[in-house]
């Protein structure tokens, strides 16, 4: 099983980037897909999450309305549109899958995790 995520870079305040991750190994669609990130010396936190059988989505109060989630079945991915990008968006976001249940807010709720794209954002 292995998540890769792709899309990262750096890129003006007010800008937009989208991530991906790539699912391979098994197939993913009921799985609910998670984003998170981790900027230097602070823990990894929660962006957003995508349940496998309905596709309801669920985001930080920190992006709500600027990022979105959404996730292509057929192609196995999971996407996270950024919009609006501020220089505290700046972080290491990583791809998370998992089959428990929960509220799935926290990484303890997730099996298996990508590698990590970078992301700046500067002024």
């Known amino acids: 099983v292995q998540l890769v995520e792709s899309g990262g870079g750096l890129v003006q305040a007010g800008g937009s980037l989208r991530l991906s991750c790539a699912a391979s190994?098994?197939?993913?669609?009921?799985?609910?897909m998670g984003w998170f990130r981790q900027a230097p010396g602070k823990e990894r936190d929660f962006v957003a999450r995508?349940?496998?059988?309905?596709?309801?989505?669920y985001y930080a109060d920190s992006v709500k309305g600027r990022f979105t989630i959404s996730r292509d079945v057929a192609k196995n991915t999971v996407y996270l549109q950024m919009n609006s990008l501020k220089p505290e968006d700046t972080a290491v976001y990583y791809c998370?899958?998992?089959?428990?249940?929960?509220?799935?807010?926290?990484?303890?709720?997730?099996?298996?995790w990508g590698q990590g794209t970078q992301v700046t954002v500067s002024t």
């Open positions: 998370a899958a998992t089959s428990r249940g929960g509220p799935r807010t926290n990484t303890e709720a997730y099996e298996y």
């Open positions: 190994g098994r197939t993913f669609s009921s799985y609910a």
């Open positions: 995508i349940r496998g059988s309905a596709s309801t989505t």
